[in-house]
């Protein structure tokens, strides 16, 4: 018997170093004779970049990313002889790339819990792949500073997925506790913070929140926070071993430079920036391989991993399409279908098409939303159930529908294992500091942050060039997003314009049959359907550029957390107000609000109370959603609004595709109804003013005195609006509820002396109590709310829909107000009414 291995063994030559030459001496999987040009160009730019600390490398979703990082580590051992660490955010993903490592014949292992580090791996012989706690947790086999653990060195660390690690990562250096788990530790420090949050004029907020009847998060504002350091941290000590002991070595000594953020499920301690330099292995590792799509922007690399800026403002890249599969997009909202439910239409599609062995998926942005498509899809919840679903799709045993909870990567569905791909609603967070950062991060981050989600889910169906998938976004956020400008720029190229042909593809349609018949033309091959994406995208076929100012961002951000731990708190505090007060952040208000956020914490920590005071309330001033200052911002008078029609135009133009603009309505009008909490109505109430072209604003919220609403308009008044919302039918108004609408025209009267201005009560009747002397105010019953909401949206379809220039548009949309009875004085003498006298006795 001829021993091949021996044989091979005895005519041993020096190992390879260049990946291109370790890729042809492997054994290549059946019709796989080379790499793909993008791959070929990329590990050759690695190659001469090869011993920098810090190289990010991008490569479109599907173009073979996998077997690059893979070939870059067996370089890397084959070079050095040391240890290679491959990490990715989820097992299904850590069990892809040992699927991929054996299909080549490289050598790589799995991390597995509970057992030493491989031998193998340590001899710098296989490559270990393991999610990121297998290195980023606080009792890592890897050593953690401080421990008096071995540390072990790597000669590489491959970071996969780098540019959506973040939320793997923070998790790591999160500690979670769950009021289902430990409702007494969760109630203790719930009332140890009560006290600030009634202070700063959120204790209704947080009192609901903590009882269950709202979503949401607050933030412990950060005075607070820093005044109960020393009693938090012996009050968790005591408590840790028994919630999550892998965390507490990393925040023991870091709560001064951690959020705390309470929900109704948890409260969740959290760095600002996760403190990787207390894994030596990470800190000290020679050569760090930031795998990450082509996208603009990478600052996220930076905040999570402390990477050099200028290391990531020069990744490695490719302008080759090779791995981009063909996609055609649709959008159900920005079609003419007469009125069609699309959700039915969708699901009836999905199903026919898996009856004939075309596999469906739908990827859905939380379970409770996951639980809509379970009348003809299958719902596996666990990741093990998830791996079993995929692997029989992928085998052809199966074809679906199956609806897939939250889960944007780690799910690869080539060829027919999917030929349509739903995607429900725009991805949402899924941990507390998610949540809060939505909230309160500047604009252009999270829109970043959601762009990533989005490609990554649209790029499930399609793994290759080879590959086609059609792809139909509904819910009215999604396409509300994609339908903004601004918002396509943090999208690839590629995405770019296979969206921008998708919107024209959709625009076209206007019969249910027309869509059945449109997604043919690409599961059956129409020549002129695969001739007409191939001649668009390329397009595309360039380099992504890279967002300077994101990166500088993060770069100072990420110096000052350093600063901040390391208590230079002169120094780090100095470097944010340069960065606050640069002229490139001058045009981005949301971003300068959160840096002054940041920088209120550490003049806390300073114990300087008032420049904390200033900072925070510039963070507030600009986003109520940051944690108000303990003394409320004096209300500045806003300058007189411009023409109402000319606002609604200006915001329609922010819009490439206009008809995205009724979905973000639509979503937006959607808590103007009894049902939603009062703050929720309130905030509808404010963003209807927006849409009718008022300035809307809500100045009991964010100053503590005023009405609940302020519509200022271009006539001769402004509406003054207090919402009763809660308030059931036939319930009246009462002489409090008008003394307080009172209060607030009086407040009016001082911040806007000689405007004109009319009193209004939202509330479900127009009947007040014979105590009550509501002489001169009107009832905008939640009735009439709702058909002032009907006739602004024929308003809007009928703009969605002209023709023509500014000027134009503003023409016929003064034309269309004053149809609809939308003018100021039209509003209140059609759709408000004075107030009757109840019938019931007087309280």
Not at 182 to 208: C, I, M, N, Q, W
Request: with cysteine.
């Amino acid at each position: 018997m001829v021993d091949f291995k021996k044989l091979r063994e005895s005519k041993a030559k020096p190992k390879p170093t260049n990946p291109r030459d370790i890729f042809n001496g492997l054994p290549k999987p059946p019709g796989i004779n080379d790499l793909y040009a993008s791959q070929a160009e990329v590990l050759d730019a690695w190659y001469a970049r090869r011993t920098d600390k810090d190289v990010v490398v991008k490569l479109h979703t599907g173009g073979g990313k996998t077997l690059v990082a893979l070939l870059m580590a067996q370089s890397v051992m084959n070079e050095t002889g040391e240890p290679v660490l491959y990490l990715a955010p989820t097992n299904q993903l850590v069990e892809q790339v040992i699927a991929k490592s054996k299909e080549y014949g490289i050598a790589a292992v799995p991390y597995i819990k509970g057992q030493p580090l491989s031998a193998e791996f340590q001899d710098g012989k296989s490559v270990l792949v393991g999610a990121y706690e297998t290195l980023f947790n606080g009792r890592s086999k890897f050593g953690v500073r401080g421990s008096g653990q071995e540390v072990i060195k790597v000669g590489a660390i491959v970071l996969d997925d780098a540019h959506v690690a973040l939320s793997s990562v923070r998790e790591a250096f999160t500690l979670n506790i769950s009021v289902k788990d430990h409702k007494d530790v969760y109630t203790e420090l719930a009332d140890r913070f009560r006290p600030a949050f009634k202070d700063v004029g959120r204790g209704g907020s947080f009192g609901d929140i903590i009882s269950g009847k709202e979503f949401g998060v607050i933030e412990v504002p950060s005075w607070a926070w820093h005044r109960k350091l020393d009693e938090i941290q012996q009050y968790l000590s005591g408590e840790v071993d028994d919630i999550d002991p892998f965390v507490w070595p990393f925040l023991r000594d870091n709560l001064g430079v951690c959020h705390c953020l309470f929900s109704k499920s948890a409260v969740s301690i959290t760095p600002i920036f996760p403190p990787v330099d207390l894994l030596p292995t990470f800190e000290e590792c020679g050569r760090r391989i930031y795998m990450s799509a082509t996208i603009a922007d990478d600052s996220e690399i930076v905040r999570t991993f402390g990477a050099a800026q200028e290391a990531v403002a020069m990744p490695v890249t490719s302008t080759s399409l090779a791995g981009v599969g063909e996609r055609m997009i649709l959008v159900p909202g920005l079609m003419k279908l007469g009125g069609t439910a699309i959700l039915p239409m969708v699901k009836d599609i999905a199903t026919k098409l898996a009856e004939r062995k075309r596999g469906v998926a739908i990827l859905s942005a939380s379970g409770a939303a996951a639980k809509e498509w379970t009348d003809i899809a299958d719902y596996p919840e666990t990741t093990k159930a998830v791996s079993a679903q995929v692997a029989e799709m992928q085998a052809g045993d199966s074809y679906g529908p199956v609806v897939l909870a939250n889960r944007y990567d780690g799910i690869d569905l080539a060829g027919n294992a999917c030929r349509f791909l739903v995607m429900d609603n725009l991805p949402q967070g899924t941990t507390n500091y998610d949540v809060f950062r939505m909230n309160v991060v500047a604009d252009a981050a999270v829109n970043s942050l959601l762009a990533q989600r989005i490609e990554q889910g649209i790029g499930r169906g399609t793994r290759g060039g080879a590959d086609y998938c059609v792809i139909m976004l509904v819910g009215t956020k999604l396409v509300g997003w994609i339908g903004r400008k601004k918002n396509l720029d943090f999208l690839t190229a590629s995405t770019r314009v296979q969206l921008k042909m998708g919107q024209e593809v959709s625009e076209a349609v206007t019969k249910p049959q027309e869509v059945r018949e449109t997604i043919l033309k690409c599961l059956k091959r129409d020549p002129d359907w695969v001739a007409y994406h191939a001649s668009e995208l390329a397009e595309a076929a360039h380099a992504a550029p890279v967002d300077t100012v994101a990166l500088k961002v993060a770069s100072v951000e990420r110096r000052v957390f350093k600063l901040q731990r390391l208590g230079q708190y002169e120094k780090a505090l100095s470097a944010l107000e340069t960065l606050i007060d640069d002229v490139t952040l001058s045009d981005d208000p949301q971003r300068r609000a959160w840096l002054a956020a940041l920088g209120a914490r550490i003049a806390y920590q300073m114990e300087d109370e008032p420049k904390g005071q200033k900072l925070q309330t510039t963070a507030f001033s600009v986003n109520n959603n940051h944690s108000p200052p303990r003394k409320r911002p004096m209300y500045v008078a806003r300058p007189t609004p411009g023409k109402q029609s000319g606002t609604i135009v200006k915001r329609l133009r922010e819009y490439d595709q206009r008809a995205a603009m009724l979905a973000d309505f639509d979503e937006i009008m959607s808590d103007l109804v009894p049902e939603a909490s009062p703050s929720r109505y309130e905030e509808a109430l404010a963003n209807l003013g927006a849409y009718l072209g008022f300035d809307a604003e809500r100045p009991e919220k964010v100053h503590k005195v005023g009405p609940d609403v302020l519509w200022r308009t271009d006539a001769e008044f402004d509406f003054v609006i207090e919402a009763k919302s809660e308030k059931v039918d036939g319930n009246p108004l009462y002489k409090k509820d008008h003394a307080q609408l009172l209060e607030a025209e009086h407040w009016f009267k001082q911040a806007y002396p000689g405007r004109d201005s009319i009193r209004v009560s939202a509330l479900p009747e127009a009947v007040a109590d014979e105590k009550a002397t509501p002489v001169g105010s009107f009832a905008f019953r939640l009735d009439d709310v709702t058909k002032v909401v009907g006739a602004l949206r024929g308003v809007l379809v009928e703009l969605v829909g002209a023709s023509g220039d500014a000027a134009a548009l503003r023409e016929q949309c003064e034309a269309a107000l004053t149809k609809a009875g939308l003018k100021p004085a039209m509003i209140r003498d059609r759709f408000m009414k004075p107030f009757g006298k109840s019938k019931l006795k007087g309280k």
